[in-house]
DNA sequence: CGTGGCCGGCTTTTT
DNA sequence: GCCGGCCACG
């Protein structure tokens, strides 16, 4: 991680409106913090106050939204309570996003119903609503991901099955309606959460047991939450629950950094805050530590047009610094190329490091380009999110054993190995186990192991299914009874289902068998790190809880594979760049149909939350208050896609901006034969440009 | 039942 | 231009 939002003005005292909000301990409070006002810092002071008031930091639970942000968080309040000669408290302060949160009490409350369950990702969550789907006969061609968005939205808005209205807007509604309270039926048959489920079935468990509420309440008195604006309404109702008899609830957000609306965030939490919890009071920081003047100027400049929300005009008493500036490029090819050129040159020339510049974009597609060419400057570079190992069918496969070995219900599991490696248990077979598992009243898995009081099943099939039985059965065996470590059970399964065969067997190539074994090797170490590193002493290593809380941890951290990367360049969507700040930023891509996304300019029938171009406003101010000291915006003038080249515009935010505060300029082609290769492709480009211009 | 090839569609952001 | 789904064949 590259963001020492902190180090160099850690002594400087806080400002008036930090110290009020750090000082401001009981009762709700509201801190509005522009970009690089401090926030984190109000927080982990606050904490570090409230501890030196003698409030037990057991009682104090601070919320993130993601993992690495509760990480780093901690490490921060650490330091305060250090500071503070409190050390000795840190280790009892709870850090965590939303849903570990919500994990962790399902996990405690639901010890007494014993069992483990399992976290449906994405993937598994779709391939349950086909399953729906199809079992239903439901006349044909619904975009299945279509509806998952929409139960998300109505779990996110705290809506149950019943409550969705009965007339629905469009035939999606109407189909939601129906699915919805079969899919969460499946879901607890299967005994298995989606991330959803993480949060509101906490609110719906508090609503149902006062008593387990008021447990809950009494053991978390103060409550901190960063980036309110990006909490949905459960999240909300959450909140109101646990605080309800304390009132102590810190918010830290930003409306102008809203940019989770699609995702269920509702902006409202933020904007009523002082309706949702009367008495509260609000503190601005509106004083920006981060970024030069011209870097504000065009940060203040394209939020000033936003439409709705809390008014705030960031300032900072920082002089100087270079113009922001706009550079326009012929093709994406030749405006990453530009990137690595101007990223080497400052290296060469002002001693800068790789690990002083961002490049950000709007969309994952876009990293590519830009990759290709640090490589070839040769500089060390890291590519953030875009979902990868996790997603990786032979990853996906072993977990999926696994999860499967602690939750024979999981069906999502079952199906995806129940015929992997083949082993003759083909479509027409498992659809016939799945049949006689639902006449009966049976799981899926109960039909596998039964399958001898079935009459209608192939020998072929039969044996696989006992096959599977006895490979789950040592498995489990190796687990549970001996207790063995979730490394080597992973090894004797992979052994015993004969993976390693299959990948050699199936790859097109013996160099892409390699690549999907290493794959699988790496999942192993990645077990291995876990059970070697074990400092924290309460998480069991071996057996089923050490799995079953490994396996959580993973789905809930799919693509953070924290290696402390140190000194490289990042490339990241703006999305993933939140929180973070550079020396030097490039937001590549200014375009019409990029930044504001096209997406989110033409409606569809299956979007699920209504598209809002505000949004987009919002994200290319989040870009650009990443900068510290420099700003380069540039867009392409030609992009191909569908295959096709197409002319592209400026971003209506680019336009927005006023001329005097940036420097433009077009970036010139380089005559150097090292990039003749990469030029060629955009050189086709425009020549299929010129051809069309001519037929015109 | 399993495999390979062909055709078609389309492409945001993530806990 | 790429990936994924579908169909036909072995």
Redesign the pocket.
């Known amino acids: 991680m590259s963001a020492p939002t902190h180090s160099p003005r850690a002594p400087i005292p806080l400002n008036p409106a930090q110290a009020e909000a750090v000082e401001h301990l009981n009762g709700p409070l509201l801190v509005l913090a522009g970009a690089g006002s401090g926030k984190t810092r109000v927080i982990t002071q606050r904490i570090g106050r409230l501890v030196e008031k003698g409030i037990p930091s057991k009682a104090i639970l601070a919320m993130t939204?993601?993992?690495k942000a509760a990480g780093e968080m901690a490490e921060r309040a650490h330091a305060v309570m250090q500071e503070n000669g409190n050390g000795g408290a840190a280790k009892a302060l709870t850090v965590s996003?939303?849903?570990s949160f919500g994990l962790s009490v399902l996990q405690r409350e639901q010890k007494a119903m014993g069992g483990a369950f399992t976290i449906f990702?994405?993937g598994d969550v779709l391939s349950c609503v086909k399953e729906i789907l199809s079992r239903e006969r439901i006349g044909k061609s619904f975009d299945a991901s279509a509806i998952v968005g929409r139960i998300s939205n109505a779990k996110n808005a705290f809506m149950q099955p019943e409550d969705l209205p009965d007339d629905g807007k469009d035939e999606y509604d109407e189909i939601t309606k129906i699915v919805y309270p079969k899919y969460q039926a499946a879901m607890r048959a299967f005994r298995a959460y989606d991330?959803d489920d993480l949060v509101c079935e906490v609110g719906q468990l508090w609503k149902r047991r006062p008593d387990v509420l008021a447990r809950w309440q009494e053991s978390f008195r103060y409550i901190l939450v960063d980036e309110y604006q990006d909490t949905n309404r459960a999240q909300m109702e959450v909140l109101r629950q646990l605080c309800a008899p304390h009132k102590n609830l810190c918010v830290v957000g930003d409306d102008d950094q809203a940019?989770y609306a699609?995702?269920g965030a509702d902006v409202e939490n933020i904007l009523s805050f002082e309706e949702h919890f009367p008495g509260a009071k609000v503190i601005k920081l509106e004083q920006n530590y981060r970024s030069r003047a011209p870097v504000l100027d065009v940060a203040n400049a394209v939020i000033s047009k936003k439409l709705i929300g809390h008014q705030k005009t960031l300032f900072t008493d920082k002089p100087g610094g270079d113009l922001v500036q706009v550079r326009v490029a012929a093709t994406p090819q030749m405006e990453a190329e530009w990137v690595s050129k101007e990223i080497k040159r400052m290296i060469r020339d002002f001693g800068k490091r790789p690990k002083d510049f961002a490049v950000l974009y709007?969309?994952?597609?876009q990293s590519k380009d830009v990759e290709e060419a640090l490589r070839e400057q040769m500089i060390a570079h890291k590519v953030v999110?875009?979902q990868t190992f996790f997603e990786r069918k032979e990853v996906k496969d072993l977990l999926s054993y696994l999860k499967l070995t602690l939750n024979r219900s999981d069906e999502i599991a079952l199906r995806r190995v129940i015929?992997y490696p083949?082993?003759?248990?083909?479509?027409?077979?498992v659809e016939k186990l799945a049949l006689n598992a639902l006449g009966r009243g049976w799981t899926l898995w109960q039909a596998v192991e039964r399958v001898d009081a079935l009459d209608d099943i192939?020998p072929?099939?039969r044996e696989g299914c006992k096959q599977l039985e006895r490979v789950m059965g040592e498995t489990r065996k190796q687990l549970l009874a001996e207790r063995m470590k979730a490394s080597d059970v992973a090894r004797d399964l992979c052994e015993r289902v004969g993976l390693k065969r299959d990948i050699e067997g199936?790859s097109p190539s013996n160099n892409a068998a390699g690549r999907r074994w290493g794959n699988v090797e790496a999942l192993f170490r990645t077990f291995e790190r876990r059970e070697t590193r074990r400092g924290d002493a309460h998480d069991e290593v071996g057996g089923e809880q050490g799995l079953a809380g490994f396996l959580h941890a993973l789905t809930?951290q799919?693509?953070s594979e924290e290696e402390a990367t140190t000194d490289v360049t990042i490339l990241s969507?703006l999305?993933?760049a939140k929180g973070l700040e550079f020396d030097t930023v490039f937001l590549l891509g200014c375009e019409e149909g990029l930044l504001p996304?096209s997406?989110?300019l033409e409606v569809r029938a299956t979007?699920s939350t209504p598209?809002d171009v505000e949004e987009e406003r919002r994200l290319f101010y989040v870009g650009v208050t990443r900068a510290r000291e420099r700003l380069y915006l540039s867009r392409a003038k030609h992009r191909?896609?569908?295959?096709k080249p197409v002319p592209r515009t400026p971003s209506r935010f680019l336009l927005e901006i006023p001329p005097e505060m940036v420097e433009e300029d077009e970036i010139r082609e380089e005559l150097d034969p090292s990039f003749d290769a990469m030029n060629e492709g955009a050189a086709s480009v425009l020549a299929a440009l010129a051809a069309l211009d001519a037929l015109k």
Not at 640 to 643: H, I, K, L
């Open positions: 939204f993601t993992n996003t939303f849903h990702d994405q991330f940019i699609w995702r709007r969309s994952n597609g999110g875009g015929n083949p082993r003759g248990i083909g479509e027409q077979s192939p072929a099939a199936s809930l799919m693509n969507t999305h993933g996304h997406r989110t979007d598209a191909v896609s569908r295959g």
